[in-house]
């Protein structure tokens, strides 16, 4: 399986933008890459996914490299809810999610 | 609607106990997993049901298992509990998708701590 390799630690002011890294340089062409989030003493939730293009939802924007060996997630506006665990996983055509160590992120007020 | 419900929210085994966790989707969905995350890791997969009548191991399935009751509900049972089991456990649920939008839905978790 195709790993991700994301930075221990992130962290932000409220309102300012954050930028949070994924490498994943062994990438097959049939992986799409997905990102959840976990909140302090919650089930991870749903953040984005995408495959080639640049993706935008209401919660986030994914970013995607051209060689798609690296993506990064990024939160526009980071309020103190968005303090959380991030994974970057890649996903292949299966029903399956594995999940690294992911990105802590602290939202200093 | 509930989305994903786990019952209990808490559990305290002495070694060797059984007990059974209880999950329930109310989102139709086909898919149903079991996790279990141990403080400071991700989560790793132990069992799931890619649809009604079936079940697969996962990633940990060793000391587990599993049972889909019905469309609704999928269970994770500990057959002899050993403290190595100390974990949270969470269930998921997701649609079936021959592509891979397939979000899934996480439940808020049980506590287990083995003694």
């Known amino acids: 399986d195709a790993k991700t390799t994301q930075p221990n630690s992130m962290e932000s002011n409220e309102e300012e933008p954050v930028h949070l890294p994924c490498n994943h340089s062994?990438?097959?062409?049939?992986?799409?890459i997905h990102w959840y989030r976990q909140l302090p003493s919650q089930g991870p939730e749903y953040v984005i996914h995408?495959?080639?293009s640049n993706v935008n939802n209401r919660m986030a924007s994914l970013a995607i490299a051209e060689d798609r060996k690296s993506s990064t997630l990024i939160l526009h506006r980071a309020t103190l809810r968005d303090a959380a665990v991030y994974y970057c996983i890649l996903r292949a055509n299966d029903y399956k999610l594995s999940f690294g160590a992911g990105t802590t992120v602290t939202v200093r007020a | 609607n509930a989305g994903v419900t786990q019952t209990p929210k808490f559990q305290v085994l002495k070694t060797g106990q059984s007990m059974t966790l209880q999950c329930a989707q109310d989102?139709?969905?086909?898919?149903m997993y079991w996790y279990r995350q141990d403080p400071g890791m991700g989560l790793r997969l132990i069992y799931y049901?890619?649809?009604?009548?079936?079940?697969d191991k996962g990633e940990v399935p060793n000391g587990y298992n599993v049972s889909r009751l019905n469309k609704r509900e999928f269970s994770l049972r500990l057959e002899s509990a050993a403290p190595s089991q100390t974990s949270v456990y969470f269930c998921?649920?997701?649609?079936?998708?021959?592509?891979?939008?397939?979000?899934?839905?996480f439940g808020p978790g049980t506590r287990l701590t083995v003694l």
């Open positions: 998921a649920s997701s649609e079936i998708s021959a592509g891979v939008r397939n979000e899934q839905f």
């Open positions: 062994t990438i097959s062409g049939t992986d799409y």
């Open positions: 995408g495959l080639t």
């Open positions: 989102m139709n969905h086909n898919s």
């Open positions: 049901s890619a649809s009604e009548g079936t079940t």
